[in-house]
């Protein structure tokens, strides 16, 4: 259901468009993207109060803990916190354990009173208790380079402060009170002894702390192992990747965080170990290197060569397309790193947009190995991007070096036309397209596309794997010749 956003209900006219932003400039709570879709509202229109430098009440306001006496005391702040005591209730803990009130979670827990304005969670302290809020709300405020960051919200039902004592690690940021609140605390020996008499509750409460990781806000700094994460400059459904530095070498990296929820799958962490050994085995200029791998907090770590840049997909989802010329380029170096990894006996399995990140100086990696397996494994998992799925893959049949040559030949078509071959909501649709359908001709949508890349795309892509190059070899001595044509220099392959 659409909720409304502070500046709907206040009608202040603030936000993007809105008839008073000449005179009065867009409300900082209009546009602060980061809250986006915190309390289902649109940038911090639900969240407004955590949001310095709002224009309320006829003047400018100051920062979340200058302007908190005004905001509780809000219309619409108070018609956030009714709604929120009903909403999202997948996400609220005390409606979870309400379930099973005669059960061990609530005869081991304690009542407790915290007035407003206190801070009963200290960021970087250890963690020995998580709190069950029965009434009021309380703020996540992060603490970073001397700066305080509001960064989430808890209201009625909500459980706060269990990441750490999930975790083991250090407290992730202070909890204040913004009202008087009644809460019900569990310790860490509790908890532990709750978790393994219910284990529908600690699957519970792992999903829970695998989606508040997700942050776009500011993030406390954490130690893995011998390095810091500072920042979160990426995420997926599998994985969340921070900028990190080794301190004493003052050496910047990338960090891959395997979701917790997923760290408890062991299927799922075989795959992610499995990546660092196969990247840390391949050594080429158009594969990521993979320095390490920590296992700690209830999950995986890889520590991983950091790249400036942008991935692919970025790149043309702000250009739309590129140049034949420029295409040719990075499908050289694509090809490079596979030609390499597959003599190796290794096909990567998920190549696609997303996957390969393009630096400053137009150098080319590829990343995520995740699902990467010998050459002749059958898939009988369906894991990777159906988008980019060679035929066999789908069909669990045997895959090789051509299946990934498949997945060249449509990021190919994606590079030059600005869309996939094949789109459909449905993955059923889609399935049905690539296992019935040859892929449109690029010429039809890029009528001076050269007929050489064109030939190139319909090999790359045909469904039967025996039409198709049999080797990246051969894709990379037709991709050179045309990089002749086009008098590009292109890089050599190993």
């Known amino acids: 259901m659409k909720r409304q956003n502070c500046w709907e209900y206040m009608k202040c006219g603030r936000q993007p468009g809105g008839h008073k932003v000449f005179d009065l400039g867009v ?177 519970f409460l792992t999903e829970l702390v695998a989606d508040r990781f997700d942050s776009r806000r500011p993030i406390a700094d954490r130690s893995i192992g011998k390095y810091v994460a500072t920042d979160i400059i990426g995420r997926g459904g599998f994985s969340i990747i921070y900028k990190g530095m080794h301190p004493e070498l003052n050496t910047p990296v990338a960090i891959k965080m395997l979701r917790h929820h997923l760290a408890m799958d062991p299927d799922f962490l075989r795959n992610f170990q499995n990546e660092a050994k196969t990247i840390a085995g391949l050594n080429h200029a158009n594969i990521i290197k993979v320095y390490d791998i920590e296992e700690r907090f209830k999950t995986v770590f890889l520590i991983m060569q950091f790249l400036a840049g942008e991935s692919l997909s970025v790149k043309l989802e702000r250009l739309k397309s590129i140049s034949p010329s420029a295409a040719v380029h990075y499908l050289i170096q694509i090809c490079s790193g596979l030609r390499y990894a597959h003599h190796h006996g290794i096909i990567h399995r998920d190549i696609n947009a997303s996957n390969i990140i393009i630096q400053p100086d137009e150098h080319l990696k590829i990343l995520d190995f995740g699902l990467a397996c010998p050459i002749g494994t059958r898939d009988f998992s369906s894991l990777g991007t159906l988008a980019y799925m060679a035929p066999e893959q789908i069909n669990g049949d045997l895959m090789d070096p051509r299946t990934d040559i498949y997945a060249v030949g449509i990021t190919a078509y994606e590079m030059l036309v600005g869309k996939r071959p094949f789109d459909a909501g449905d993955p059923r649709k889609l399935e049905d397209m690539v296992l019935q359908r040859d892929i449109p001709d690029p010429i039809h949508f890029v009528p001076d596309l050269p007929k050489d890349l064109q030939h190139f795309i319909i090999k790359s892509c045909r469904r039967d794997p025996n039409l198709r190059y049999d080797n990246m070899k051969q894709a990379l001595t037709d991709l050179k010749r045309l990089a002749t044509t086009l008098g590009i220099a292109p890089n050599d392959a190993r």
């Open 27 to 203: 409300c900082p709570a209009a546009e602060d993207n980061s809250y986006d879709g915190i309390n289902r509202g649109k940038n911090a229109g639900r969240f407004c109060w955590a949001v310095a430098g709002t224009f309320c009440g006829g003047t400018v306001q100051g920062t979340f803990a200058d302007k908190r006496p005004s905001c509780l005391s809000c219309p619409f702040f108070s018609k956030v916190r009714a709604e929120e005591g009903t909403a999202n209730l997948r996400t609220k803990f005390l409606r979870f354990i309400s379930e099973d009130a005669d059960g061990p979670v609530l005869s081991n827990m304690r009542y407790t009173q915290i007035r407003a304005g206190k801070r009963f969670i200290t960021q970087g302290q250890a963690a020995d208790a998580a709190y069950i809020i029965q009434r009021g709300t309380c703020q996540l405020v992060v603490e970073k380079d001397g700066d305080l960051h509001p960064v989430d919200h808890r209201g009625e039902g909500d459980i706060v402060g269990v990441m750490a004592i999930l975790t083991g690690e250090p407290r992730r940021a202070h909890v204040e009170a913004e009202t008087d609140m009644e809460v019900w605390v569990l310790n860490r020996d509790q908890f532990e002894h709750v978790s393994s008499e219910q284990p529908g509750l600690l699957d």
